[in-house]
T-cell receptor, first 115, second 110 residues
């Protein structure tokens, strides 16, 4: 299967600061990457779809100015949580589609804690 | 609007006790139904894709089946290492997005 990495795996930041999370496809090129967030014992909620070289498409209710997504290359997408607040604390997961099929391959996730 | 439900919410099995997990869906034109396994604190791990009613896929102790309204994940003679949350998701013919179900938390006791 395809390998997707995320960095960092865990981050703790203070309220009001910004945090950047990286998502990389390691052994394939990903035209499209997806960003999800997951609360404890809940399922994945899609935040946005990131296409290389173009603006991300955000789901209803997700603030694009707060969750900045940059898909600068076919192997890297970044999610920046700006002016983070405690309610932004969550598990953020990215996924990629290889283009060879419809399935998505997920990264290991990033645990964000805002104090 | 595409919707996915899963049952049961949680399932406890003894090692070797076979069972099935259910994923019911409504979608306007199914492109694919996907099963994932998620361990605590990890990202989902891809298991299967099913495209059309009647299709079946197998991998070790797992077998996934699909009808026009639901999918089953059958677990035969499970082992403790099969303990995880199992998620299903659907994708319709009109976009790239997945809609995930809430998952079934499976615990297999030795």
């Amino acid at each position: 299967g395809a390998v997707v990495s995320q960095h960092p795996s865990r981050v703790i930041c203070k309220s009001g600061t910004s945090v950047k999370i990286e998502c990389r496809s390691l052994d394939f090129q990903a035209t499209t990457m997806f960003w999800y967030r997951q609360f404890p014992k809940k399922s994945l909620m899609l935040m946005a779809t990131s296409n290389e070289g173009s603006k991300a498409t955000y789901e209803q209710g997700v603030e694009k100015d707060k969750f900045l997504i940059n898909h600068a290359s076919l192997t890297l997408s970044t999610l920046t949580v700006t002016s983070a607040h405690p309610e932004d604390s969550s598990f953020y997961i990215c996924s990629c589609n290889t283009g060879g099929g419809y399935e998505q391959y997920f990264g290991p996730g990033t645990r964000l804690t805002v104090t | 609007e595409d919707q996915v439900t899963q049952s049961p919410e949680a399932l406890r099995l003894q090692e070797g006790e076979s069972s099935s997990l259910n994923c019911s869906y409504t979608v306007s034109g199914l492109r694919g139904l996907f099963w994932y396994r998620q361990d605590p604190g990890k990202g989902p791990e891809f298991l299967f894709t099913l495209y059309s009613a009647g299709e079946e896929k197998e991998k070790e102790r797992l077998k996934a089946t699909l009808t026009k309204k639901e999918s089953f994940l059958h677990i035969t003679a499970p082992k403790p290492e099969d303990s995880a949350t199992y998620l299903c998701a659907v994708q319709d013919n009109y976009g790239q997005n997945f809609v995930f179900g809430p998952g079934t938390r499976l615990s297999v006791l030795p």
